[in-house]
């Protein structure tokens, strides 16, 4: 999303060296250069780092799913709030170049603490809490402090009549950006995954890469100083504007009731600032109000790094020739912001125009809005098919329960006063789903009845609520012997299959499947459950004490949980392989839809809401927009913020809701767009040529010392 608000295609500002040096005899100037390969690692390093957070914060540092979408949402919010930061310092105090030196310096602190925290050696789990966030807050201040600044910094290169080729920069700017994220997204989950560091995902490695990329971007960034133009500060337009409108407010404030009433409260500026000032900021103010509905939006734009990547981690993840890794999903969407694009300026926009519709740009970010929505009424019904492979946690007062009938023959089992399990169950069956055991308290003891070859046995178990069991029946000479075992019913976040054995042997056996070893007691004892990677297992090595076996467990698949029963047979074993919790059997491909209309959507409403902002407003007044414009996706993700943390609903009906409510907004939003009227405002200059004069006059009579009003300074600074 920042990929495409960075680009900015004005600056004006007057620079303090000479022309720089051209490339290839073009009127490109050699700076250039260097400024794009910056951005290309700059996003790299922020992409790469941001695609692997919500999976780090699960998996590494235990959090569980709506605290880890809290803090990523937090994480995307602080680094839009921060360009307004940026902005001031590079327009009041340090000039661009500075800014984005010194806050380069600040982005690669951020990267190297967040790296350090992600390695598991280095103290407990609250010093890694502790410098991971301490890493994201700089890494925040960093890239929000830049932001405003490079885009801007490359246009100031070129000398004001090479329009043309200042276009194609930023056109170039721009692959750049989307190449930095679709690469980083696609790589850094290879780093995470299928390195293996500290016994585990290398997290230290897939943060340090970036971390390596963002110290290049600014070794790359003052390798080219002695090239640049260095634009000086000229002052944060943003703070005069906020003076003017703070003066209205208090010289209304103070004036009497007897003062003639003035057209509208910004008036009540003009004995301070210019009437060229306060119209401009009646046009922005104007724009700034169709602003307030925009962060809904954002709130489901940048779901797709948070609740998408969560869904896609109980999906199929299998292409054949490779296994696609959850987190590398987002970068669908920077590849088909590059395919959208031509598409919609040269095909669906034309045909459009074709049919006589007056597509305005408040029509086109309406649409996008819809767009949107659908894409989370798509991923709706994607969640609804994959949470039939999961098995939800029981309520209190209830437990889950499944049995496993090890013995030779069918069982019939009772339990008082529930009627579970009316029919008998079969030898080696495998159970599809567990029951709800109903408890009277927090836990309770129930009496199995069990019935075998017309013989009646009974099993006092001791049942707690909010836990799933497995009641394993197996044969002890004449009588069946009752085993309760509590289950894991989480799926794997990463992806992996968890698997536990009972071992049917009369000799201890030691299992190693995956690089995970499974010590299993003998005469029916049961390994813990441990994750073990999706793959085909037929060649598991087996060792007892006296013997070698060679098990062949099959498929292992995806996010689903297995008991293996190893049955001895003449001259060796066999493997009863159990699903206790079913395979993602959704496949990853049918989160392609709603990437589609998301991106879709973005192109709509991100775009043309950019295009529209600075057609709207005065060329010194862009900056304002741009600044504000950045703040609605800080809102938006403040609203995920809320929703995750504060309304607990399941996440299907999460998805439903944050549809629901974009469509509402659409229709208020499109309402507000009805009684907008579209404004000129380079015509600004003939209105006020004579008020340009007067104030000049004006400010010719003032007392040494007093306050100049702004004057019509046409300055072009980006946020």
Not at 205 to 234: D, Q, R
Not at 320 to 333: E, I, R, S, T
Request: glycine fraction near 6%; hydrophobic fraction near 45%.
């Amino acid at each position: 999303m920042d990929k495409k608000m960075d680009i900015t295609q004005e600056s004006d500002e007057k620079t303090k060296v000479k022309h720089s040096p051209k490339l290839c005899g073009t009127n490109y100037p050699v700076s250039i250069a260097f400024i794009v390969v910056n951005e290309f690692c700059e996003r790299f390093s922020y992409y790469g780092m941001k695609a692997l957070l919500t999976l780090y914060f699960m998996n590494y540092l235990h959090w569980d799913k709506n605290l880890s979408t809290v803090v990523y949402h937090a994480f995307s919010s602080l680094c839009y709030f921060t360009p307004v930061l940026g902005a001031i310092i590079a327009d009041s105090w340090l000039g661009k170049f500075r800014t984005i030196i010194y806050l380069s310096i600040v982005y690669v602190i951020g990267h190297v603490v967040k790296s350090v925290g992600a390695i598991p050696t280095l103290g407990d789990n609250t010093m890694h809490v502790v410098l991971s966030l301490t890493g994201l807050v700089l890494i925040a201040i960093g890239t929000g402090g830049i932001k405003p600044c490079v885009s801007a910094f490359g246009g100031d290169q070129f000398e004001e009549e090479h329009v043309e080729e200042r276009r194609k920069f930023f056109s170039i700017f721009y692959m750049s950006i989307n190449a930095g994220s679709v690469l980083s997204t696609i790589i850094t989950p290879i780093l995470r995954g299928d390195v293996q560091c500290f016994e585990g995902d290398c997290y230290a490695l897939a943060f340090g890469v970036p971390a390596a990329l963002m110290l290049i971007a600014l070794v790359v960034f003052i390798a080219g100083s002695s090239l640049y133009k260095k634009s000086p500060p000229e002052g944060n337009v943003l703070l005069d504007v906020c003076r003017c409108m703070v003066f209205a407010v208090k010289n209304r404030w103070r004036s009497s009731k007897t003062d003639p009433k003035r057209a509208h409260w910004l008036d009540w500026a003009e004995e301070k600032f210019s009437k060229r000032l306060i119209q401009e900021i009646k046009m922005v103010l104007r724009v700034l109000l169709l602003y307030i509905p925009l962060p809904m939006f954002w709130a489901l734009f940048d779901q797709q790094g948070s609740r998408w990547t969560l869904q896609a981690t109980r999906m199929n993840l299998d292409f054949g020739p490779f296994v696609l890794k959850p987190d590398q999903m987002q970068m669908l969407n920077a590849l088909l912001i590059l395919v959208f694009i031509p598409i919609f300026d040269m095909g669906v926009y034309p045909l459009i125009g074709l049919c006589k519709i007056n597509f305005t740009p408040l029509k086109k970010m309406a649409a996008g809005m819809i767009l949107a929505a659908l894409a989370f009424v798509a991923a709706t019904i994607v969640e609804v098919n994959v949470i039939k492979t999961v098995v939800e946690a029981p309520p209190a007062g209830q437990s889950l329960l499944q049995i496993l009938n090890l013995a030779d023959g069918e069982v019939r089992v009772t339990i008082s006063e529930t009627g579970l399990f009316p029919e008998p169950i079969k030898p080696y069956e495998d159970p599809w789903e567990y029951q709800r055991l109903p408890l009277n308290g927090i836990s309770q003891n129930h009496t199995v009845k069990i019935k075998y070859d017309a013989v009646d046995f009974n099993c006092v178990l001791s049942f707690h609520e909010q836990k799933a069991y497995s009641l394993i029946l197996h044969k002890d000479i004449a009588n069946i012997e009752c085993k309760l075992v509590e289950d894991l019913i989480e799926k794997s976040e990463k992806g992996d299959a968890f698997v536990r054995f009972v071992n049917a042997n009369n000799e201890g056996l030691n299992v190693t499947v995956g690089g995970q070893d499974f010590q299993v007691a003998p005469a029916y004892g049961i390994s813990p459950s441990k994750s073990v990677m999706r793959a085909q297992y037929s060649d598991v090595k087996c060792m007892s004490d006296q013997n070698q076996y060679s098990l062949d467990l099959g498929l292992l698949d995806f996010g689903a949980s297995y008991t293996v029963i190893l049955d001895p047979i003449p001259n060796g074993l066999v493997a009863r392989k159990m699903e206790d919790v079913h395979a993602n059997n959704v496949h990853i491909a049918w989160q392609v839809p709603q990437y589609a209309l998301i991106t879709a959507g973005e192109v709509m409403f991100s775009i043309t809401g950019l295009e529209f902002s600075y057609s709207q407003a005065p060329a010194n007044m862009k900056s304002v927009l741009q600044a504000v414009w950045l703040m609605t996706v800080a809102f938006g993700n403040v609203i995920v913020l809320i929703v995750a943390e504060g309304a607990g609903l399941q996440q299907w009906v999460e998805f439903v809701l944050f549809a629901a409510l974009l469509v509402a907004v659409c229709l208020i939003f499109s309402i507000m767009g009805h009684f907008y009227t579209y404004v000129n405002p380079d015509r600004l200059d003939e209105m006020f040529s004579e008020d340009t004069i007067d104030d000049n006059e004006k400010n010719s009579k003032r007392h040494p010392g007093e306050e100049v009003p702004l004057k019509n300074v046409a300055r072009n600074t980006k946020i």
